[in-house]
């Protein structure tokens, strides 16, 4: 098993779903792939578990796969974007590493 620890900056993005809105950053091509390549076994919808860091900030959670970037993308829940005080446009620097 391959240790995978990235780190890397990606603007902040809104998704606006029907009853809610949701931000993500997306990870860079090759990270997704690396990640693929490595994870045969993933949760629902194809997510990997990883442990995350923005800032002073630091929690667990999934990256999932998005097609239209052929990656992954990280979700940032409402209390990090708060603590971190990141706005959507704004790059994003992110340390993540896979859960093995």
């Known amino acids: 098993m391959f240790d ?3 780190i890397f900056s990606a603007k902040l993005w809104r998704y606006q779903a029907e009853k809610a809105a949701w931000y993500f950053v997306t990870l860079p091509q090759d990270y997704g792939g690396q990640i693929k390549f490595t994870r045969e076994r993933r949760a629902g919808f194809g997510s990997v578990r990883v442990d995350v860091q ?4 630091s929690w667990k959670t999934s990256v999932f796969p998005y097609k239209e970037t052929g990656s992954y993308i990280l979700p940032i829940k409402a209390e990090v974007r708060k603590k971190e005080k990141l706005e959507v446009g704004e790059d994003v620097h992110v340390h993540l ?3 093995p």
């Not at 923005?54 to 900030?57: A, C, D, E, L, R």
């Open 4 to 6: 995978l620890d990235f």
């Open 97 to 99: 590493k896979v859960i």
């Open 54 to 57: 923005i800032g002073q900030t």
